[in-house]
């Protein structure tokens, strides 16, 4: 009973589920990406580095914890945690097309953050 939450069963949902939400964060932002425009994109990467400047790590840890606690509620959680999703995907998109990347690199450099 001790090991009750690292049996193959739920390993593999956990993996799956991560999949699932990193799939429909890579389509949306590259949705996004190929619908924004030049003067969107700008904005959005200002108003991003506008809030870099006052966020700390407790409240980015109060951020998803709140997310997270969302998520769990019956019906609404999946659709509150849903609707954050996309509007994060969406925000990658138009940030990686501000920064010239392609969306796939800038939906893993935040799976897998490294130094630059």
């Known amino acids: 009973m001790g090991n009750a939450f690292l049996t193959k069963t739920y390993l593999l949902v956990v993996?799956?589920?991560f999949l699932v939400i990193a799939?429909?964060?890579?389509?949306?932002?590259y949705e996004a990406?190929?619908?924004t425009t030049p003067k969107t994109a700008d904005q959005t990467q200002k108003q991003i580095n506008t809030v870099r400047q006052t966020v700390t790590p407790q409240s980015i840890f109060l951020n998803n914890f709140l997310?997270?606690?969302f998520a769990i509620v019956p019906i609404g959680g999946?659709?509150?945690?849903?609707?954050?999703?996309?509007n994060t995907a969406k925000a990658i998109g138009q940030l990686a097309y501000a920064n010239h990347i392609?969306?796939?690199l800038y939906?893993?450099?935040?799976?897998?953050?490294?130094?630059?």
């Open 15 to 17: 993996l799956l589920v």
């Open 23 to 29: 799939g429909i964060t890579i389509a949306v932002a």
């Open 33 to 35: 990406y190929a619908t």
């Open 67 to 69: 997310v997270s606690i």
């Open 78 to 86: 999946p659709i509150i945690f849903g609707a954050i999703t996309l």
């Open 102 to 104: 392609s969306p796939l």
């Open 107 to 116: 939906v893993v450099g935040i799976y897998i953050p490294w130094e630059q």
